[in-house]
């Protein structure tokens, strides 16, 4: 009689890839599959790897580098080789920026034929490197455990971002037995990097807290960093112990919430304008927060910052500066101000002038927000929104936000209650992110609604991927703020309209009424076309209780917007006006001379103007108060 073989067979390269991965903690993964990576995504999966597949390796990489932040562990990005591999730049490149831990793993041509015009030939470490931490080759099956995890590894620690694996498709068929491929598991997580950890000198979180202490106008700005850390509540410490009013970048709103009576966000340019002592955590002295630098903040204001990263502090050159994790720093600073305490108290010059300021500015946007305008301009529909929104209460929706005009005035209007609930276009002010974030989300946050708030030009970046959120029976609700194109429609004046190709549709036009609640409809998703605040109340109401995705085609007037809600732009608002200013008033009207006086003669002088030209000027007010 036969002896029966009981032989292991053989562990290939896509299985030794997910088992590292599994090792590693990996649990969902992102991408587009196809030659030569397929097997590895099914591999994945049979280890317990949730596999979401996308349409396009640009938004599966938005999905990655979104999902890394949400959990603070390396959201996964699988592509093809080539072409794939480049479509993934877009999120690694994302993660980059927003110092969120990624990891790319992209299959390549045979080693063999390399530099011979193989199937998608592409250089792929060169490619990745100018968005990449760490990126590495693995020439062999013997290297694939020792760099799957180092290059998790780096993407986590100092200041997280995005690495890159590139497997060769030769490697990727080469096989181990599963003594050999158990033996380099294992070596490989004994030699794992264990990230060091800084202590901050005492004398130097002394320095820190004698600072605020003496500031006669503190202010406390915190931003992603922040959230990613997981540092809400030794912010919450910080702040409510020493009475100091805060500040959050966009992406930091929630950590505390936006309701919060030491919340200064509706007084923003007061309170960067005049304080004296800034302690920044987690936010970088960008664009975001006007470098730090005058006219915006004080010539004489002293930072105080807190980053992972020396190079960032030493690039700002502030006034302290404390390298550590955000929540750690904070810990140490509270621990030191409990020892010898002090607080402003709700009476304090500086709090109260604060306070005032954004009371002041509320009232005056949420008398604009108050009106019901129909056709729907920004404001009443996004008011609605946000009460509904509001009205789930805990655990909130998490948003996403994307676009011009409806990112800037979401910004100001929705409201954020509870932490790593808001995803925008973020420090790159990235477009396009909108589905794949959603997708991130929901998949990160099963517990949450997710609901996207879009305009008609971010969601077509990545709108076939409703089919995505149908697939996979998300609970997304998308918004979409269908105003006919980037920032609504046909902006141009009649100097424009010439040359030609002058009968073309408008480089910011797209196709009127646009029916992009049909979109999801055909892959069976459920979808809502609404044009006034009760049908717009129905939708959501549905829609929230449902918890499926869903798109609701939400059409506002084309002309409600601008480029910028910040600067109203001169040739948008003659535009505006020529639609409902007749003769006469034209001729004044175009004979003033900048936007403020414009605006100010429309308001005071033209009951006959567009029905939210009122709004828009308060919404310019406010973006002034709450923008960024």
């Known amino acids: 009689m036969a002896e029966t073989n009981h032989e292991a067979p053989p562990v290939d390269c896509n299985l030794l890839v997910a088992r590292a991965l599994a090792r590693a903690g990996v649990d969902r993964m992102f991408g587009v599959v196809g030659i030569p990576v397929t097997s590895l995504a099914n591999r994945a999966v049979s280890l317990g790897v949730r596999f979401i597949a996308f349409h396009n390796e640009q938004s599966a990489g938005y999905a990655a580098s979104a999902y890394g932040y949400l959990t603070g562990r390396p959201g996964v990005l699988l592509t093809v080789s080539g072409p794939g591999c480049v479509h993934g730049l877009a999120g690694l490149s994302n993660a980059a920026a927003n110092a969120w831990p990624c990891l790319m793993i992209s299959g390549s041509c045979d080693q063999r034929d390399s530099g011979r015009g193989d199937f998608q030939e592409l250089d792929q470490i060169a490619a990745v490197q100018p968005f990449s931490k760490f990126s590495v080759k693995a020439t062999d099956i013997a290297l694939i455990p020792s760099s799957v995890f180092t290059a998790l590894d780096r993407a986590a620690s100092g200041r997280p971002g995005g690495c890159y694996l590139d497997i060769p498709s030769d490697v990727l068929h080469q096989t181990v037995t599963e003594s050999e491929a158990e033996k380099l598991l294992s070596d490989a997580e004994k030699c794992r990097e264990k990230e060091v950890v800084d202590i901050i000198a005492r004398s130097e979180i002394e320095k820190a807290v004698a600072l605020l202490r003496r500031a006669e106008r503190p202010l406390i700005v915190f931003g992603k960093g922040a959230a990613i850390a997981r540092a809400e509540n030794e912010l919450k410490k910080l702040v409510e112990s020493t009475g100091i009013p805060f500040l959050p970048t966009p992406m930091g709103k929630g950590l505390l919430p936006d309701t919060h009576e030491l919340a200064a966000t509706a007084a923003r340019s007061l309170a960067i304008g005049k304080c004296d002592v800034a302690l920044v955590v987690g936010a970088r002295l960008n664009w975001l927060l006007h470098f ?60 109260e002038s604060i306070s005032k300021k954004a009371k002041e500015n509320v009232a005056k946007m949420e008398v604009q927000l108050a009106k019901d305008v129909v056709p729907f301009n920004f404001m009443t529909p996004m008011r609605i929104i946000r009460d509904a929104i509001l009205g789930l209460g805990t655990p909130a929706p998490i948003v996403v936000s994307e676009g011009a005009n409806t990112m800037d005035v979401g910004r100001s209007v929705l409201i954020q209650t509870e932490p790593r609930t808001r995803l925008d276009a973020g420090t790159w002010g990235t477009m396009g992110v909108g589905l794949g974030y959603c997708i991130a989300a929901a998949v990160a946050s099963p517990d949450r609604l997710v609901v996207a708030v879009e305009g008609d030009s971010g969601f077509g970046f990545s709108a076939m991927e409703v089919e995505t959120l149908v697939r996979y029976q998300l609970p997304v609700v998308v918004i979409v703020f269908n105003n006919g194109g980037v920032y609504g429609g046909d902006r141009r004046c009649p100097e424009e309209i010439t040359g030609p190709y002058k009968d073309d549709p408008a480089p910011t036009s797209f ?98 103007k567009r029905k939210d030209s009122e709004a828009v000027k308060e919404l310019a007010e406010k973006a002034q108060e709450c923008s960024l």
């Open 292 to 351: 730090g630098e005058p006219p915006k903040w004080a010539k004489d204001v002293k930072f105080i910052l807190v980053d992972v990263c020396k190079e960032e502090i030493e690039l700002r050159k502030p006034c302290l500066g404390l390298v550590g994790d955000a929540k750690q720093v904070l810990q140490v600073l509270n621990k030191e101000i409990k020892d010898d305490p002090f607080c402003l108290g709700r009476s304090h010059p500086w709090v």
């Open 511 to 608: 196709v009127p009424g646009a029916a992009y609640h049909v979109l999801i409809e055909a892959f069976g998703g459920k979808g809502y076309l609404v044009g006034t605040p009760d049908e717009l109340k129905s939708a959501l109401a549905e829609s929230f209780s449902a918890r499926k995705p869903a798109v609701i085609n939400l059409t506002i007037d084309p002309y409600a917007g601008a480029e910028s809600v910040i600067s109203i732009n001169l040739q948008t608002s003659i535009k505006e006006d020529k639609r409902s200013i007749q003769g006469g008033f034209e001729t004044e009207l175009n004979s003033l001379k900048s936007t403020s006086s414009m605006i100010e003669a429309v308001l005071q002088g033209a009951e006959a």
